[in-house]
């Protein structure tokens, strides 16, 4: 019962850190803002921490679990690259609005994930898919905030192109990519083990392999310098409107096997 | 490049009105197909034309010719998987033997019998299955061997790949008249005098007796057999028996013995699993080459955009 407690109260905690640093960062108050995403990723991670806790194994196998690692790595990457790159520091108000949105979903839709703990079924007892899971929530969380700095630079016109700017957003596309890719390869190996299929062309599968080719075309162009930053940055912000498709509208719209996702 | 980027865009997009507009049936169709042909082609004599540039043991050239045979042996092995590969469904009850090579269409080859030692199921504390475990000896010309396969932990003897996909019951039906039980499965219809018979409908293995409702758990805590009534093709009655339940039914009477669970195995050929898990490799080499060549300082001397 304290481990329910100290789920919902993380996150609802976390939820309403993550809106404060969306509004903050929107007054341009960045001192705030960084307060309230840092007690916000603290409170996150302590949500993740209490579903583990209860469940007893790795919180990997609804959509309440996979968001709260999806903004958690998402907060982190902003933390550790704004930190250093204070030029980034408005994109915190696109982020931060973006993670608040996920909390609203399951606020809205999947609220009863939260406290409910059903126990596993057998095809989910694997450790592919524990590590499938994490690195699709590596994949997702990076994706994120590269769309949230995709935004940002498109938010502000057509300025002078920034090299480091490119470099940068490349770097973190070419890390979720890196990510995409492994989890697609270890979600394949799992489905081979427990379904004797590695590849079925589920709804899941398709739209996670439209998402990839969408982002290697991004970075294919992107290395050969054959777009200009602006095309660069409406392909990363396809790709994670994308992203939210394989997660959000695959679910709704089209079942199939990952329909627990 | 650019033609190869054309191909993936045209795949992407296809793929995406397939899943809307015919789920299933667009990702077996020769355009699809053809279009992955033409990536394969299109890679294969872009990776040979840059060979020489690749050749030249950089950290990211090197990591880029892993990526894209890691891509090309993946498409190869999915290609010829879904030309060569087989599958089948085996169900088996406890003692019962079945011809794995046969099922498969493997004519010619070495024989491959499996033999169902048993079947469980372990539950979690509240009724819901916690694991399926099929016990089996495996047969094939001049060894036998046995083996537990379980969901996620398949079993692989010959080529032959054998995986726990699902489960069925078996009605062990009694009848009084002759004292002979005989086993029928879920739809099928027990005949009974005249007209009539009796259809195996539905199986509740938790039947919750205050509310009247199936509590949907596995476990068989209080199971009950739902079995329709018929005259001719016409459906008189629905009704709920326990099992060991005597059942007088128009001059019949009938006795639902016990209930078992069946395995259901599936079983697989996979001549391009070797190629695909060797591109996957590749792959995950040419990804970890990759992170070295863009985020380790001085790890690729190629600038980046």
Known sequence: MALVFANLAAFYGAFALYGGAAAAFFLRRPAGAFLCARFGFCLNAAAVGARAARAGAAPLTNSYEFILLFALVSVFLFLALAGREKSLLPAGSILFSLVALLFLFVFLFSRGQITAAAPLPPALRSLWLVSHVLTAALAYGCFLAAAAFALLRLSRGAAKEDSAFGRRLYRIVFFGFAALSVSIALGAVWAEQAWGSYWTWDPKETWALITWIVYAIYLHLSRRRAWTEQTSCLAVCLGFLLVLFTFFGVNFLLPGLHSYA | ?305
Not at chain 2, 173 to 180: Q, S, Y
Request: net charge neutral; charged share 15%.
């Open chain 2, 1 to 305: 490049m650019r033609a190869g980027l054309a191909i993936l865009a045209m795949i992407a997009a296809m793929a995406a009105m397939g899943t809307f507009l015919w789920p299933g049936l667009f990702f077996r169709s020769p355009l699809f197909f053809f279009l992955f042909i033409l990536l394969f082609l299109q890679m294969t004599f872009c990776g040979l034309s840059n060979l020489r540039r690749w050749r030249s043991l950089r950290l990211r050239a090197f990591a880029l010719f892993c990526l894209h045979a890691g891509v090309l042996l993946i498409l190869a092995g999915g290609g010829v998987n879904a030309k060569f590969g087989l599958t089948a469904t085996l169900p088996l009850q406890a003692g019962e033997e079945g011809d794995a090579a046969a099922a498969l269409g493997l004519t010619g080859g070495e024989p491959l019998w499996l033999r169902l030692n048993s079947f469980e199921t372990e539950f979690y504390a509240d009724g819901s299955p916690l694991q399926y475990y099929t016990r089996l000896t495996a047969r094939t010309a001049g060894s036998s061997r046995t083996a537990e396969i379980s969901v996620n932990h398949p079993f692989a003897i010959n080529g032959v790949k054998i995986y726990q996909q699902s489960f069925g019951y078996l009605f062990w039906v009694r009848e009084d008249g002759d004292g002979e039980t005989r086993a029928f499965r879920l739809g099928e219809n027990i005949p009974l005098q005249g007209e009539a018979t009796l259809e195996i409908y539905h199986y509740i293995p938790a039947f919750d007796e205050r509310a009247a409702v199936d509590t949907g758990r596995l476990r068989p805590d209080n199971p009950r057999i739902v079995y329709l009534l018929r005259e001719g093709e016409t459906g008189v009655s629905m009704r709920l028996a326990a099992p060991g339940e005597r059942l007088e039914i128009g001059g019949n009477t009938l006795i639902f013995e016990r209930v078992d669970m069946y395995t259901v195995l599936r079983l697989k050929t996979d001549p391009g699993l070797v190629p695909a898990a060797c591109g996957a490799v590749a792959l995950m080499a040419g990804i970890c080459l990759g992170f070295i060549g863009i985020y380790v300082p001085g790890g690729s001397r190629s600038p980046l955009p």
